[in-house]
């Protein structure tokens, strides 16, 4: 993510925390991002020969009242800026941001095998009990693991994986 997508999600959590709307924030700017997603509309918004003010008017008439008037004011300031095409990034960043804010963490969990739901809510509670957030997980199989888990929430990887072990026991022979 840029640096000015992290800017105007900060700017825009910080209007949401004052409206008490962090959550339907986030949704709105989700919904926006996965619209803007398509190549149609995302090729009408960084079309060079289209004036500012068009994609603004279409872009407001488009949201009517689906949005919050500060969600439409950022979204707004973003195309006027020639940013549209950051809407994603800073969607992704306000989710971080909120989900920092209100002590959520998402945990990607890599398996040699696929997890089954109660693995999954296992390994949920046993690290919202380790990092004291609540946890959701996003589960993935990696055959290359062989067996055991791999787990990274935010910057932190948990390697409890065989192919981890085997290659720490390959290093300590040598």
């Known amino acids: 993510m840029s640096a000015a997508a992290n800017r105007y999600a900060k700017a825009l959590f910080a209007v949401a925390k004052e409206n008490g709307a962090v959550e339907s924030f986030g949704e709105q700017m989700d919904a926006v991002a996965a619209a803007l997603n398509e190549t149609a509309v995302r090729s009408f918004f960084e ?3 289209i004036e ?3 994609k603004v008017r ?3 008439t488009s949201l009517g009242d689906q949005v919050a008037q500060p969600v439409a004011n950022a979204l707004k300031l973003l ?3 020639g940013r549209a095409g950051e809407i994603g990034a800073v969607a992704a960043a306000y989710r971080a941001i909120a989900d920092e804010a209100l002590g959520r963490a998402k945990a990607k969990v890599a398996s040699a095998f696929a997890l089954s739901p109660e693995q ?3 390994i949920a509670e046993r690290f919202s009990a380790l990092t ?3 946890v959701s997980v996003e589960s993935s199989v990696d055959p290359s693991l062989l067996g055991g888990i791999r787990v990274r929430i ?3 990887l948990y390697d ?4 981890a072990r085997l290659a720490e026991l390959e290093k300590s022979l040598n």
């Open 47 to 49: 079309h060079p020969n």
């Open 52 to 54: 500012t003010e068009t």
């Open 58 to 60: 279409l872009l407001l």
């Open 79 to 81: 195309v006027e800026r």
């Open 120 to 122: 999954e809510q296992a």
């Open 132 to 134: 004291g957030k609540q």
């Open 154 to 156: 935010g910057d932190i």
């Open 160 to 163: 409890g994986s065989l192919a």
